[in-house]
């Protein structure tokens, strides 16, 4: 295993069993004091972690200019649909690049998303929540393109993120604005939300079950058209 690789592991077991902790403690996490700025920068860390590969390992300007656009589209697909809630057309896009383009390529239209967009629709410290919580969208849907998924797979696989996005972002606003962080306190913070929630995985399935295999064949047939090298293939992730 490469030593970038082991890194990436490390970032996201350590973002894990942070967010974990309240699961398997007796006592409250502000004992630990300051845990939202901890959590907050182990978030920054597995997040620099991504570009730092993603740097490292895109040499060609043709890699570079591909993620830079699919991010952009993804971020503009998002703008429009802010007046209606949670409804995140893309997520459906991001799910679709990780899915053609690997896990790297995948986690940076990600994390280029919420980056890009929310220069529109509000910066704040949920921003790096969302290009995590995208980014990992990105990266899942490499793998589970292993399976080849049809329209139904595909829809389950978007409704299933619907949740863990909502999951994943609702931990700044946990550890920023709740008192005392207790797994009760977790768990209603995350029951508050469950609407919105259910809102963006309904769109997720839509746009994925009707677009998802028409934009997985378009951005496949880009692939091959252009010669992709894939990162993560010189990663060694294929």
């Known amino acids: 295993m490469r030593k970038s690789h082991l890194l990436l592991i490390i970032m996201l077991l350590a973002g894990v069993a942070a967010f974990a902790a309240p ?17 907050a920068l182990l978030i920054v860390l597995i997040v620099v972690a991504f570009f730092f590969q993603f740097e490292t390992t895109a040499v060609s300007s043709k ?41 790297v390529a995948g986690f940076m239209v990600g994390a280029v998303t919420p980056l ?34 049809n329209k139904v797979g595909l829809a389950i696989f978007g409704t299933i993120w619907g949740y863990i996005f909502g999951w994943i972002v609702n931990i700044w606003f946990w550890t920023s604005f709740i008192y005392p962080l207790t797994l009760q306190t977790f768990l209603v913070t995350q029951l508050n939300s469950l609407w919105f929630d259910t809102f963006h995985a309904i769109g997720n399935a839509i746009f994925l079950g009707v677009l998802g295999s028409k934009t997985i064949a378009i951005l496949d047939r880009f692939e091959k058209r252009f010669k992709w090298s894939s990162i993560d293939s010189r990663c060694g992730y294929s």
């Open 23 to 39: 699961l398997f403690t007796s006592f409250s996490l502000d004992q630990v004091g300051g845990w939202g700025l901890i959590a």
């Open 63 to 103: 890699e570079i200019a591909l993620v830079a656009m699919l991010g952009t589209i993804s971020a503009v697909l998002r703008v429009p649909f802010a007046a209606i809630p949670s409804v995140q057309p893309c997520t459906y896009l991001i799910i679709c690049s990780g899915y053609v383009f690997g896990p």
């Open 116 to 149: 890009v967009s929310n220069f529109f629709l509000g910066q704040g410290p949920w921003t790096v929540y969302q290009m995590f919580a995208w980014g990992l969208a990105g990266v899942s849907a490499a793998y589970a393109a292993r399976f080849h998924l």
